[in-house]
């Protein structure tokens, strides 16, 4: 919505307070409502104002400011329009501010992440900026900042990206990649700072109030009396004042602090064998292999990258899906990879606080989920019609027997928006050994 058009919806929203619209602005402004998801937003706000202040003024007499005007029963709406424009005026700009800030860190991908907000994934897989703490209970989750560098969180663990090259870690451990010298950051405890001067390196900020650094790769400047640059190998524990012990890293302990970066883009071709079955949506949905949200899925011949794809739209649903369940037997231990390709269409593109989800759901002998991994991309803003790419590695847990891909729109329950699949794949990666 531009500043022209932003102007234009709070003159209809004034003129509707005030009881002034006429048949023309009326049918203007459903159509505006009807079409425009930023003014529905706009026109929420507005009448929560309208009626607080009704509720408010209502308890008193109307006083006319000008004593030959003739007093309506609408008296009071005027001034509530006045103060409403006044505030969705100061609520819009906090909002353009909020979304005009890029976020710090994009989350890319989650295991079994259990989040002490349950909104919490879906605000920062929509790129909105929290400089509130984050706080992970249990799983893991895996984030990229702006330039560059990749920070996992292990829960339980509280986090804040507050700054661009800064990442503050209140309670728990972060593994932190910095792959180019443009990437670098600081991480930032309660008991000191620890400065990147290196590639890969490990924070954790314990209940005892302490904080212990390792240095998997590189090395870092830990600014604590006596510590000073740690390189590949070592690690130390420091509380507030003092070094409390430098030691060296076993190879075990160095291999239990290096996370398998599950969001890494991984390539699909020439890997291994799709485990999938038409993985291009050839046939007619849904069928006995490709399952899902019937009434949200669309077979949609020729809109595919080199054929036919598959429409997810959202009607409603909170998570409309697609998946395909594969036996795998015994593969414990082994990496597998799934990616697809995804399109937001023209005629019915994915909206604020929409994007596309690819999961794997590692799948128990009764066929019950026990654990999975997932990323999220494809949100509003990038060109429509255009398909991109998405990958996602995962390490299979002990106990699985199956495993199901799933391709999902994140609708936040709208009735409009809608994501196009195409060429779907799931590789378990010994198979490009064999």
Known sequence: MTAEQRKRVFELFT???????TPDEHAELQETLRRDAEARRLWFVHQDVEMGLHAHLSAE???????????????????????????????????????????????????????????????????ERIASALRLESGRAEFQMVDGATVV??????????????????????????PTPESRLSVITPQTKVVVLGTEFSVEARADEST??????????????????????????????????????????MAALMPRVVSAQTAHEGAGQNRLTDPGFEKPL?????????DCLEHAPSIGRSGNAVRIRARGKHYPLVKQRVETGEIAGKVVQASVWAMSPADDPISERQFAVIKIAFLDSEGREFACSTRHFLHEGLPR??????????QVPAGTRKIEVQLML?????????VCFDDASLVVAADAAK
């Open 410 to 418: 994140a609708a936040s329950r709208g009735t409009t928006g809608s």
């Open 212 to 253: 212990r650094v390792a240095v998997l790769s590189g090395k870092v400047d830990v600014k604590s009396p006596n510590a000073g640059v740690l390189t590949a190998g070592e690690a130390v524990d420091v509380r507030r004042s003092s070094v409390v012990r430098l030691q060296p890293l076993t190879p075990d302990e």
């Open 385 to 394: 019609g255009l398909y991109v790419s998405a990958q996602l590695a995962a």
């Open 61 to 127: 007499p109307v006083v006319a400011l000008n004593p030959a005007a003739k007093p309506t029963r609408y008296g009071w709406r005027p001034l509530a329009a006045a103060v409403a424009l006044v505030l969705m005026g100061g609520l819009w700009f906090g909002l353009e501010r909020t979304k005009a800030a890029a976020p710090f860190a994009t989350l890319m991908a989650t295991t079994n992440a259990r989040w002490s907000d349950p909104n919490v994934e879906l605000a920062l897989s929509s790129g």
């Open 15 to 21: 003129a509707h307070a005030a009881d002034s619209l």
């Open 286 to 294: 849904p069928y006995a292999l490709w399952r899902g949200t019937d």
């Open 153 to 178: 969180i292990e829960g339980p663990a509280s986090v804040r990206f507050g700054e661009r090259k800064v990442v503050f870690v209140d309670q728990g451990r972060v593994f932190c990649k910095c």
